[in-house]
C-alpha cells in the first residue's frame, strides 16, 4: 500500500527540480566522449612506441696524421736595410760641370758620377810637373859632381829633400784633379742625387747617396735565453709586410753580448735573394728557428681544439653498426707553425682526424666523411643546426 503523503503525481514539483541539471548531464557525456577518441587516435595499432627519428649524419672532411719535422719559432719585426750605404762628399772646390748618374741607377765600382769643372786643377799639376823637373835636372848634375867632390855633401842633400818636396807637391797637385771626376766607391743604386749642374761646391759639400742592394740585412734582438739555439747560417723566414711575399733568409751574424736594458741578443739578418720590387726601408715579419723536431706526429692546425680547458682532436673510427663515428680524443700538443700543429701523446700516424666541420661533432657523432674540399667552411655547422 502507497503511503498517500508520499505519492506524487507527474508534473509534480519533485519532477520539475530536475531539468535544470539536464544541460549539464550532456555537457559531460560529450568531454567523455572526445576524451576516449584522442585516446583512440594517438593509440598504434598492435600497442607499440612510436619510433625516433633516424640521427642525420653530420659531413666532414678528414685528414690522416703524418710523421715529420716541425721547428718552433720566435717571431719579431724588422727594417730591411742595405748592406752598403754611403754619402758620396765633394773632396775639391770647384762647380758642378756635368752629371753622370741620376737617382735609380745602377752604378758600379770606380763609375763616374760627376764631373767638377777641372782647368785650373790642370794648370796646377802642370806647375808642380815643371818644378819638379826642374828640380830633378838640379839634383842630377849635384849626384854627378858629388863624385868628383866638386859640391858638399849638404848641398847635395838639399837638393835631394828639394826635389822629394817637389815630387809630393805633384803627386798632392794629381789628386785634387783626379777628385774632380766623383767615382762611385763601390757597386750599388744611386738613392738621392743633391747637388745640379752649376752648383758652387765646398769640401765636403753631399753629393750623392748610394745604396747595395745586395744583399738586404734586418736586424732583430731575441731572448737572451734562446742564445744557446742560435748560430751563424741558420735559415730564417721572412714575409714582407707590404705584399705578404715570403723571402728565405739566414743569420749572418749573432752579437756576442747581451743587452743588459732588453735582455736581448741582436742578430743581423741576410736575405740574398728577394723580388725585384722589394727596397730598403721595407717591414717584414721574421720568424727565427730556435728548436726543431724531426719525425713527430703532425696533424693540419685546424684539427686542433681547445675544448672545456683540453686539447682535443676528433678522430674518425671504423664504422660501427653500418655508422662511421667520430671520436673525441684529448691529446697534448706541442709546435705549431701557419698549418701544422705536433701531437706528443693522444694520436698516432695514420689516423684520420677531422679537418671540416669538427666544432659541431659530439664524441660518437655519425659522420659522412667528404672531400676536403668538398665542404664549404661552416657548411657542416648549418647541418648540424638543420639537424637538430
Known amino acids: 500500500m502507497v503511503h498517500p503523503a508520499r505519492f506524487r503525481p507527474l508534473g509534480s514539483p519533485v519532477t520539475c527540480t530536475l531539468l535544470p541539471l539536464l544541460p549539464v548531464l550532456v555537457l559531460l557525456s560529450l568531454l567523455v566522449g572526445c576524451g576516449g577518441k584522442k585516446e583512440s587516435s594517438a593509440a598504434i595499432p598492435g600497442g607499440a612506441a612510436p619510433a625516433a627519428p633516424p640521427e642525420q649524419a653530420l659531413p666532414v672532411a678528414v685528414q690522416p696524421a703524418v710523421t715529420g719535422a716541425i721547428a718552433r719559432h720566435y717571431q719579431a719585426t724588422a727594417t730591411l736595410e742595405a748592406e752598403k750605404e754611403a754619402i758620396v762628399l765633394a773632396r775639391v772646390t770647384g762647380v758642378v760641370s ?14 763616374a758620377l760627376l764631373v767638377v769643372a777641372n782647368d785650373e786643377y790642370r794648370l796646377r799639376v802642370a806647375q808642380a810637373e815643371a818644378r819638379t823637373a826642374n828640380l830633378r835636372a838640379r839634383y842630377e848634375r849635384l849626384e854627378a859632381m858629388v863624385a868628383g867632390q866638386l859640391v ?19 803627386g798632392l797637385a794629381r789628386l785634387d784633379l783626379s777628385y774632380t771626376t766623383v767615382t762611385a766607391p763601390f757597386s750599388g743604386r744611386v738613392t738621392a742625387r743633391r747637388v745640379g749642374v752649376g752648383q758652387n761646391l765646398a769640401v765636403g759639400t753631399e753629393l750623392f747617396a748610394l745604396a747595395d742592394f745586395q744583399p738586404l740585412l734586418g736586424r732583430v734582438h731575441v731572448p737572451a735565453k734562446e742564445f744557446a739555439r742560435l748560430q751563424a747560417e741558420q735559415p730564417v723566414e721572412l714575409v714582407l709586410d707590404s705584399d705578404g711575399t715570403r723571402l728565405d733568409g739566414r743569420i749572418k751574424l749573432v752579437s756576442p753580448v747581451i743587452d743588459p736594458a732588453s735582455g736581448t741578443i741582436k742578430l743581423t739578418i741576410e736575405v740574398d735573394r728577394y723580388p725585384s720590387g722589394t727596397r730598403p726601408g721595407d717591414f717584414a715579419q721574421v720568424k727565427v728557428v730556435t728548436e726543431r723536431r724531426e719525425g713527430v706526429v703532425l696533424v693540419p692546425r685546424e684539427a686542433l681544439l681547445t675544448d672545456k680547458g683540453e686539447s682535443v682532436v676528433f678522430v674518425v673510427g671504423a664504422p660501427s653498426g653500418g655508422a662511421t663515428v667520430a671520436e673525441r680524443r684529448v691529446v697534448e700538443p ?27 661533432l659530439k664524441h660518437g657523432a655519425t659522420v659522412r666523411i667528404l672531400e676536403a674540399d668538398a665542404v664549404v667552411p661552416g657548411a657542416a655547422d648549418s647541418n648540424a643546426a638543420a639537424a637538430r
Open 98 to 111: 756635368r752629371l753622370l748618374a741620376e737617382e735609380g741607377d745602377d752604378v758600379r765600382e770606380g763609375q
Open 152 to 170: 858638399t855633401e849638404e848641398e847635395f842633400q838639399a837638393a835631394r829633400a828639394d826635389l822629394a818636396s817637389a815630387e809630393a807637391d805633384e
Open 334 to 360: 706541442g709546435f705549431t707553425d701557419d698549418t701544422r700543429a705536433q701531437v706528443v701523446t693522444g694520436l698516432s700516424a695514420g689516423e684520420q682526424v677531422v679537418v671540416r666541420g669538427q666544432r659541431s
